[in-house]
């Protein structure tokens, strides 16, 4: 009788419902793990993004069921749902944005647009390596260092570089006093050399032929910030030596400019 009177306590209920929850949510993590480790229709990318993606909606669904819950001992739900309609509506109003993350961030998912650890270059201006995939905003790991998080809504833009390859792009800001012809040159030059010294990083076909050697792009922005002109070059390369190729690509830029006494742009406030 004393056990029984000690069970219906609130918090002891609370507290029961609490770990039971953590032990169903334990073992669909488990199990769904279990499922991946012995069967091998999808490639391991895949199941290491669904395994991630699996923990945020259990972690979700439980903290849920949780609250609603510990608040249905101080609410009827049963006449708030069947009464408020009006109140749903403004609320699917006021979460549209949340809804909308949710919705983007599954058909991203099922789309198999995006993977766990795939590179990723968002909205143009951010990119790096997808550290974290939630149901509703991704987190990458900046080539800086700096953990980026942005929801799905706001991603107006994503290109993912991790498909076997991807392209080195690396370019030099040149004062608009530069002569152009010079500077072409110079370029050149650097591509022939990264791709005399650097010929291993590039992506080849079946046949071992370069499918996209490095190339000098020519001037492809002009009047860069109201610096000067930027002349790029690029090369297309193996997924895994991306950020050695770019390091050496970065390095054979500087020095020719060095070299070749290049008019490097210069902000207002550094100019004398």
Do not use: W
Not at 24 to 32: L, S, T
Not at 139 to 163: A, M, P
Not at 169 to 191: G, T, W
Not at 260 to 268: C, H, K, P, V
């Amino acid at each position: 009788m004393v056990f029984t009177e000690f069970f219906q306590q609130f918090p002891v209920k609370v507290l029961t419902v609490a770990l039971l929850i953590i032990l169903i949510v334990y073992f669909i993590r488990k199990f769904i793990k279990l499922f991946f480790d012995k069967t091998s229709f999808l490639d391991e990318k895949r199941e290491e993004t669904l395994m991630h993606f699996s923990n945020q909606v259990t972690r979700v669904v439980g903290l849920a069921f949780f609250f609603i819950y510990v608040l249905s001992h101080f609410f009827d739900f049963g006449k708030i749902l069947t009464s408020s309609v009006v109140l749903a509506s403004a609320l699917a109003i006021i979460l549209q944005h949340i809804i909308r993350d949710y919705i983007m961030g599954l058909t991203y998912l099922f789309e198999r647009q995006i993977h766990h650890g795939d590179y990723v270059i968002l909205n143009g201006n951010r990119q790096g390596k997808i550290e974290e995939i939630t149901m509703r905003y991704l987190k990458i790991r900046q080539y800086d260092g700096y953990l980026y998080t942005v929801s799905y809504s706001n991603i107006t833009e994503l290109q993912n570089g991790t498909r076997g390859r991807r392209r080195v792009n690396e370019s030099l800001i040149l004062n608009y006093r530069q002569n152009p012809d010079d500077a072409f040159k110079v370029m050149e030059q650097v591509a022939q050399t990264c791709n005399e010294k650097y010929g291993q990083y590039l992506l080849k076909d079946v046949n071992g032929i370069p499918i996209e050697s490095f190339q000098f792009n020519q001037i492809t922005e002009l009047n860069v910030d109201f610096k000067g002109h930027q002349y790029s070059l690029s090369g297309l390369v193996k997924e895994a030596d991306f950020v050695e190729a770019g390091q050496k690509v970065r390095y054979e830029l500087a020095m020719a400019a060095y070299k070749n006494d290049l008019m490097m742009a210069e902000s207002f406030e550094t100019s004398h």
